[in-house]
Antibody
Framework: EVQLVESGGGLVQPGGSLRLSCAASGFTFSSYDMHWVRQATGKNLEWVSV???????YYSGSVKGRFTISRENAKNSLYLQMNSLRAGDTAVYYC?????????????WGQGTMVTVSS | DIQMTQSPSTLSASVGDRVTITCRASQSISSWLAWYQQKPGKAPKLLIY???SLESGVPLRFSGSGSGTEFTLTISSLQPDDFATYYCQHYNSYLWTFGQGTKVEIK
């Protein structure tokens, strides 16, 4: 079964750090661009970051310089290192597979992990 | 940056109704548009890609159309399982953009 499972969310104080993980299974992880997408409670989906198959990375303006995306293909794992966290980063964070071969869509999503930034 | 605007924000409908949701892009995006369904507490689920291609396993009552700047998602006969929030999404030049969502409620 094709599956993504996030972990690592929790409560953190403003200015703190957190590392999210996403474990992939059921597909050739190294062959896909992988993304993080977040959603604050009751709000819209917001794209956060992508890492390509070659390790190239891109970030939304709201997290650039604070978040770092990485991947470890040998472990079929995606990561998001979040530093200098703010209240506005509070959201459910989803990892998602990008189906770029002509589809240009997120075809597989994890169940999400909740990040709460609060004192 | 390309902006994606969905309408309506909320839609009240009954089981069996034909439902249409619109997504407008601030500039032409060819056919690079996807539609997702999200239920409360769940991850989004891909329904339609490339504006009109049905994702595998998605019921045939869902269809997508449009190109350029105006796109529609149609549910031909609304079923109880379809009450959810629907999002359109576009990719261009390393920016992935979602519409603000359309909530389909029970009338």
């Amino acid at each position: 079964e094709v599956q993504l499972v996030e972990s690592g969310g929790g409560l953190v104080q403003p200015g703190g750090s957190l590392r999210l993980s996403c474990a992939a299974s059921g597909f050739t992880f190294s062959s896909y661009d992988m993304h993080w997408v977040r959603q604050a409670t009751g709000k819209n989906l917001e794209w956060v970051s992508v890492i390509g198959t070659a390790g190239d990375t891109y970030y939304s303006g709201s997290v650039k310089g604070r978040f770092t995306i990485s991947r470890e293909n040998a472990k079929n794992s995606l990561y998001l290192q979040m530093n200098s966290l703010r209240a506005g980063d509070t959201a459910v964070y989803y990892c998602a597979r990008w189906h770029g071969s002509g589809a240009y869509a997120f075809d597989i999503w994890g169940q999400g992990t909740m990040v709460t930034v609060s004192s | 940056d390309i902006q994606m605007t969905q309408s309506p924000s909320t839609l009240s409908a009954s089981v069996g109704d034909r439902v249409t949701i619109t997504c407008r892009a601030s500039q032409s995006i060819s056919s690079w548009l996807a539609w997702y369904q999200q239920k409360p507490g769940k991850a989004p689920k891909l329904l339609i890609y490339k504006a009109s291609s049905l994702e595998s396993g998605v019921p045939l009552r869902f269809s997508g159309s449009g190109s350029g700047t105006e796109f529609t998602l149609t549910i031909s006969s609304l079923q109880p399982d379809d009450f959810a929030t629907y999002y359109c999404q576009h990719y261009n030049s390393y920016l992935w953009t979602f519409g603000q969502g359309t909530k389909v409620e029970i009338k």
